[in-house]
């Protein structure tokens, strides 16, 4: 039998509740990052459920409770503010309408993951530290779809490029043309005002 790492098994625990498939390990890192980096670290990121009268609910996701309580992505996205859903939804890649419903069931796997036997971590543990940083070095997901919109403009226009020659000298034609044909016309106009009257 192979012993799964800590963090091996959290991917998994994550990858069965919310079917997320490979994308759960940089959600994972993703909100480990978020949930340790603002001020105040773990504990501020709780009160922000406390904050909303969800403070039980955080609680009872705690290593050592034997009863989680489940959340739903409304009350995840009114805890964590538009905001941070935003910037979570971006450097993973999710779409927001998603991202919600996913974390509502990713949120309580980490926070157990993290406190085990229900004590309260100072700092992020040291195991999710090369993940979490992982993720926070890769360039978000919507950047790179973003970035990589140009490149898919010029590839779709690229079969004009050896039209272009040829574009280019109908135009000069057509112009060169239109110049001779309204010197046609006005040598035409000069010599009919210089006409002396039969």
Known sequence: MILMSPVGTLIENVTRVSGLGDKAGTLIGVLAGFMFAEPGGFMAFRDR???????????????GHPNMRYTNG??????????????????????????????????????????PGGRLP??????????????????????????????????????????????????????????STADSADAALKDTRHASPG
């Open 74 to 115: 409304n009350e995840m996205r009114h805890a964590l503010g538009v905001a941070d859903m935003r910037v979570i939804a971006e450097r993973t890649g999710l779409p927001e309408p998603v991202l919600a419903g996913v974390m509502a069931a990713a949120v309580p796997q980490l926070v157990r993951a993290v406190t």
């Open 49 to 63: 459920f406390c904050a909303i009268g969800l403070g039980d609910v955080f609680d009872s996701w705690m290593g």
């Open 122 to 179: 100072t700092a992020m543990p040291a195991d999710l530290e090369p993940l979490a940083r992982t993720c926070a070095q890769a360039e978000p997901a919507a950047v790179q779809d973003r970035d990589a919109a140009p490149a898919r403009n010029i590839r779709r226009w690229r079969w004009l490029l050896p039209l272009l020659p040829l574009l280019l000298l109908s135009l000069l034609a057509y112009c060169g043309w239109q110049g």
